[in-house]
């Protein structure tokens, strides 16, 4: 048995504090351990910005407000937690100290360390306004999270989408997580309702076709709600591939 926790709701754009307190809100009931504890992509901040000036006020390093509130509930329920932030780096280059911007995703053991911390590789349209690519797909062994489930591949949103939508036959991170038998996939989003009228959770599962008939988990948390013109389309689901 695993239990698995999505927290799917509505940000309000902007209010870290004030998201953050609606999730504690909704944690509330819940009153068994959790195995893993899933927040959508950009959880606590919102998801559309102009530019880096527009999100800069927002941006966190990797101990900043998402991990300090995904540190209590991993200590609160004996979870493993993933959640999804808008990242500020900075470090010492050639010409001195550089910053770059990440849609990333902190990964929290159940004692409360950060164990990595994911940046988003495929960038959809409004990522490009303001955050830099990441440095690749990655998988992490959890040797605690279960005895069959251990080996966990992390993505967000439009990692399984084609690379900048340029070849449809290609299934590059479900490719690389097969390649790695990767056993549980976790995926936050921001997806966006489908003008196509395709049941969402069907496109998911074509784009993991490579992984189609494995005892793989995928765990897909989605926010829901509008921001100006995007609407969220929820659908939150545990899919097993086989």
Not at 44 to 54: A, E, K, M, W
Not at 69 to 78: G, H, I, Q, S
Not at 122 to 143: M, S
């Amino acid at each position: 048995e695993m239990r698995v926790v999505c927290v799917q709701f509505s940000p309000v754009h902007g209010d870290i504090p004030g998201n953050i307190q609606t999730c504690r809100d909704i944690l509330e009931t819940v009153k068994h351990p959790i195995d893993i504890l899933v927040f959508p992509e950009m959880a606590f901040t919102g998801y559309t910005f102009r530019d880096v000036s527009h999100i800069s006020s927002v941006l966190e390093d990797e101990l900043g407000p998402t991990f300090l509130f995904c540190r209590e509930l991993a200590r609160l329920y004996r979870a493993y937690v993933f959640a999804g932030y808008p990242r500020k780096e900075e470090k010492a280059g050639d010409t001195g100290l550089e910053t770059k911007y990440f849609n990333s995703m902190c990964i929290i053991s159940r004692e409360g360390d950060l164990i990595r911390t994911y940046d988003k590789s495929f960038l959809y349209e409004t990522d490009k306004t303001w955050a830099h690519e990441g440095r690749g797909f990655i998988t992490l062994t959890l040797p605690d999270l279960h005895p069959c489930y251990n080996v966990v591949g992390p993505g967000i949103c439009m990692d399984i989408n084609p690379y900048e939508y340029r070849d449809a036959s290609l299934f590059e991170f479900a490719t690389f997580q097969s390649q790695n038998k990767t056993n549980i996939i976790v995926i936050s989003a921001n997806w966006l309702v489908s003008k196509g009228g395709m049941d969402v959770r069907d496109y998911w599962c074509y784009r993991l076709r490579p992984l189609v008939g494995t005892d793989t988990l995928v765990i897909i948390c989605n926010r829901v709600g509008s921001e100006g013109e995007s609407v969220f389309c929820g659908h939150s689901c545990v899919i097993h591939m086989k």
